[in-house]
């Protein structure tokens, strides 16, 4: 990368020195900053320069500005609580959850419309821009022969990538153990139907992505809802509860970073999952989509880490890190892997090919470097939501704090109606998805998820205020 | 089109005189041709472009030469006849066709290997590589906009062309009633799902592709084959038999130049079918990807032309007519509109975006010169494959003469192991696709599907002679 214009860096180093002494206490919430002239007299630098620098820890809510007086420290905002624990049913039930995701899934596409409801990521980072390029340049340097199928397993560089990049989650993978599919939701289904069967019982996370939900639908199957802490993921003692007493025949979860709540389910509990799926003879289909947009420094392992037996299916995709609309994932199904590779054949024949190619490039170099930018702007997203749920939307409203990803899980006072909520908040320009989603048999009703992929700005940030304001006409 | 240079056009000019000299009688079978010198003098024009036509009606297989006595209005060939009206087992049974399909699909794309064995079209025609101009086009100008998602029903350009050309087949339909898939595969897969379910009994042509008995396999549910002939289709005297006698739940056929037979059911019959289904209301999934390749003068219709309740699954994709790699399908599932697209977002959420664009532009703009090309191509390698294989193969040896698409089915003398032949075949750098994989009981032991879609050259001439080589010494 090349250094930015120093007039630009320069203003950002500021910024950055004046919000670590806010950190540091030199200055306190409520204080006034020193004026624009005394930093530039000060410091020697232009008016301009302090203005930026200022200008940027506006937008990063860190200073506030009160007209005619000046720069302030902004006081810290009573964040509201994450939702307590969750209690689904306790018995394996027929998926009933409706035709609203895929109205969802429009509305939120709709050019008109700021899309809180789906769970598609920014589409505003150089590393975006780039894998297309590198699509376009594929394009041109295969020509016809980009117009050949990648049977199963699919491209052979792009799971030499996958497999290099799986050490990161722990895990020890050959290209040759690696399908590709077209995106995670695939991936998903191809393995659980590897496990399960028409009237067989699956294991979820409650609350859990709605697709998981559809999935175990089509597919006949049931949903046996295991209750989930915001923070640390699935209850393993309910999950154990339940293996006991249930004829169990795979769990499908999302250790890290779920959807929608953005827990990270600790190792030392990623360890004690597996052997109590050992113990019980149970495989795990695991969602891994989130796991490199955690926001630790170190990247939390896969569950598929601590699998000595091959009953860990493991699902991925570039959808949340790169771009969904490249249909680009992948399964490694552990024991199951021949029966994975033949329905991924029997289902939709092959991957297209140059996305593949494109992926395969944009993974070897280039990758490393979005991440950290992406996770980076996810996790300030992330602080400057929780702050503006505190300002926006009722006291009573609790709000996930998602380690990873970007979709928050919200909690609104126990009289409102999500469903109507993201009715009225259509009408206003606004998509949310309803807490009803997320549950096999439509509990949740007066919750939501919020994406916060985009960046707050004029837009995003009416629209949220739109949205609480709407809660708070439908509290009192 | 501009016109090719004049020297070109006059030899193609002078070839195709003489070509219809030929054909009116003018000269016979066994004839000598006017010499070189002599038809430049009477004619005209220069000796070499007297050589180049010549050298055309060499390529075409009309004329001979014999050194050191000029050229010779070439025997036909004694064409071997096509097989017999297909005789499967009478029962609904369930599908144990194996692995042997995907290990066909591999080793057609190894390198080194003439790929008669799967059924990829050529990717040599100006076509293949405009469409792919078209993807690097549409992935710079697009950029990230181009990594979101297209939810199903798909991108609407894409659907607005595929309504357009539906009219060819007769099908009045709008936009708004098309799902796009990736490839075909899945939109049969998605229709199937639609009608039938784990234990249901599902009529097919026999034999038929093999994707659709894996996909019946890997759904649970059984196959019925009904009887086709070779060059009409499925029997629907014998159809109707079954439909009495079996709980059908659906048909799946390729009415439009079947694979593998090539056979192309007439109108009259297609109407016929379409009572038949409706008296026993049975839905049809049809698989039309063969539809715009067949060599009659006017596209065929499609058996949906007929459909007045819906009952017709329409399925089709460009992985035939223009490039696999591509995975571009979609289907019309007439009444089970809704219940297709839902299953689409379940199954795969979306199809790649940039594929969807730039097959969109190019079914605008390029296909339908694209697809003269190509039939015409087809058509005379088609012509080409009937007089190799009857001046290579055993006299006993039958074969189908497809009135569409680019693959034959061969009927090889009785004691002929086609699986051992794709053995031994591959051994020497040729595949073909053994006749088992087209039954559900891996029926059709001594036969073999070859695919023509690669222009005659030294190399696929070679490929098919050492074809012909082994099955002559496997049959003394």
Redesign the interface.
């Given at each position: 990368v090349s250094a930015p214009p120093s007039s630009e860096r320069r203003y950002v180093v500021l910024a950055e020195r004046l919000a670590a002494q806010i950190a540091e206490g030199v200055y306190n919430p409520g204080d006034r900053m020193p004026s624009v002239r005394e930093l530039a007299t000060r410091l020697g630098v232009s008016a301009s320069t302090v203005k930026e620098a200022y200008g940027l820890l506006l937008d990063r809510r860190v200073v506030e500005s009160r007209p005619q007086a000046g720069y302030f420290v902004r006081r810290p905002a009573k964040l509201p609580a994450p939702p307590p624990m969750s209690a689904p049913p306790v018995r394996p039930i027929a998926v009933s959850t409706g035709?609203i995701?895929?109205a969802v899934?429009?509305a939120s596409?709709e050019p008109g419309v700021v899309a809180f409801g789906s769970a598609?990521p920014c589409?505003?980072?150089d590393g975006?821009?780039r894998?297309?390029?590198l699509?376009?340049?594929k394009?041109?340097e295969?020509?016809?022969?980009?117009?050949?199928?990648?049977?199963?397993p699919g491209y052979l560089p792009l799971r030499e990538q996958l497999a290099r990049r799986a050490l990161d989650a722990g895990c020890a993978l050959g290209p040759d153990e690696i399908v590709v599919?077209?995106?995670c939701?695939?991936a998903l289904?191809l393995c659980l139907?590897a496990v399960a069967?028409?009237g067989d019982t699956v294991a979820v996370e409650s609350p859990t992505y709605y697709?998981t939900l559809?999935?175990i639908?089509?597919l006949?199957l049931r949903a046996l809802e295991i209750p989930t802490h915001p923070e640390t993921g699935i209850s393993l003692e309910a999950l154990e509860m339940a293996l006991d007493e249930w004829p169990v025949k795979a769990c499908v979860l999302t250790p890290n970073a779920m959807n929608p709540l953005g827990a990270v389910m600790p190792d030392e509990r990623k360890a004690t999952l597996v052997e109590l799926l050992a113990r019980h003879d149970v495989p795990l289909v695991e969602d891994d989509i989130y796991g490199d947009l955690t926001y630790a420094p170190s990247r939390p392992k896969a569950v598929k880490a601590w699998d000595a037996d091959g009953r860990v299916l493991l699902c991925s995709s570039v959808?949340k890190t790169?771009?969904?609309?490249?249909?680009i994932g992948w399964a490694a199904p552990g024991r199951y892997l021949a029966e994975v590779?033949?329905?991924k054949?029997?289902?939709?024949?092959?991957?297209?090919?140059?996305?593949q190619v494109a992926v395969a490039a944009f993974l070897a170099n280039g990758y490393e470097r979005h991440l950290r930018t992406a996770r980076g702007a996810y996790r300030q997203r992330r602080d400057q939501l929780l702050e503006l749920v505190a300002e926006h939307f009722p006291p009573a409203t609790r709000v996930t704090r998602p380690a990873g990803g970007f979709v928050a899980w919200l909690e609104l006072p126990r009289q409102q109606d999500s469903v109507e909520l993201y009715r009225a908040a259509l009408d206003a320009g606004v998509s949310v998805a309803p807490g009803p989603l997320f549950s096999a048999r439509e509990r949740y009703r007066n919750f939501i998820r919020l994406n916060y992929a985009q960046a707050w700005n004029g837009r995003t940030l009416a629209a949220l205020a739109t949205l609480g304001r709407l809660v708070r006409e439908r509290s009192v």
């Open positions: 035709d995701a895929m899934v429009h596409a598609v589409d505003d980072f975006t821009r894998v297309h390029e699509l376009a340049q394009a041109r295969w020509g016809a022969r980009g117009g050949a199928y990648q049977a199963p599919t077209s995106g939701q695939e289904v139907r069967a028409a697709g559809h999935a639908r089509a006949g959808s790169i771009a969904p609309g490249l249909r590779k033949h329905l054949l029997v289902t939709s024949m092959a991957t297209a090919t140059l996305p």
